[in-house]
C-alpha cells in the first residue's frame, strides 16, 4: 500500500535535486574522500556535462513531438518518441540525471556517489513502472513492440 502511495509523487528533477542535496550533506559529514585531484574533477566535469547533453537532447526531441515533459501524469502524453536517443533508452531523461548526481558524485570525491544508485533504484521502483503501465494503455501495442526493442536504461543492439 505504501508503495503505490509513493508512486510518481515526487517529480524526477526535485528527486535528483534531493539525492544531490544527500550526497553533499554525507559528503560533509561521514565521507572519506575516495577520489582526488585532477581525474576527479575531470570525470565530474565529463558525466555532468554528458547528462545535460542527455536531458537537453532528450527534452527537445518531446518537444518537437509536441508531447508532455511532465513525468507525474504519463496520461498527457500525445506522441509516442522512439526516434534519437530514444533508440537507445526509453528514459533518457533519467539516465542524464543519473549521470549528473555521478558526476557530483565524481566532485565531492566522496562515497557519496552510492546515492545516485538509490536515485536509480527509487525511479525505477516508484517512477517508470508506473509511468510504463501508464504509456501502454495510451499507446497499446506500439508502446509493447518499442519495450522489446529498447531497453529501460540502455540498449545497444549490433
Not at 61 to 87: C, H, M, Q, R
Amino acid at each position: 500500500m505504501i508503495l503505490k502511495f509513493m508512486e510518481r509523487k515526487i517529480p524526477p528533477l526535485l528527486l535528483m535535486l534531493i539525492f544531490g542535496t544527500v550526497m553533499w550533506w554525507h559528503s560533509r559529514n561521514y565521507s572519506s574522500f575516495l577520489f582526488e585531484g585532477k581525474l576527479s574533477f575531470i570525470l565530474s566535469i565529463l558525466a555532468f556535462s554528458l547528462g545535460g547533453a542527455i536531458v537537453i537532447y532528450a527534452v527537445g526531441l518531446f518537444k518537437k513531438n509536441d508531447t508532455t515533459v511532465d513525468p507525474t501524469n504519463p496520461s498527457k502524453s500525445s506522441a509516442l518518441v522512439t526516434e534519437g536517443i530514444y533508440k537507445f533508452t526509453r528514459n533518457p531523461m533519467y539516465l542524464g540525471f543519473s549521470f549528473i548526481l555521478v558526476g557530483w558524485g565524481f566532485y565531492l570525491g566522496t562515497e557519496s556517489i552510492m546515492f545516485s544508485f538509490g536515485f536509480i533504484l527509487y525511479l525505477s521502483c516508484f517512477q517508470i513502472k508506473n509511468e510504463e503501465r501508464e504509456l501502454e494503455k495510451i499507446f497499446g501495442r506500439d508502446y509493447v513492440e518499442y519495450k522489446k526493442r529498447v531497453g529501460r536504461w540502455l540498449s545497444f543492439k549490433i
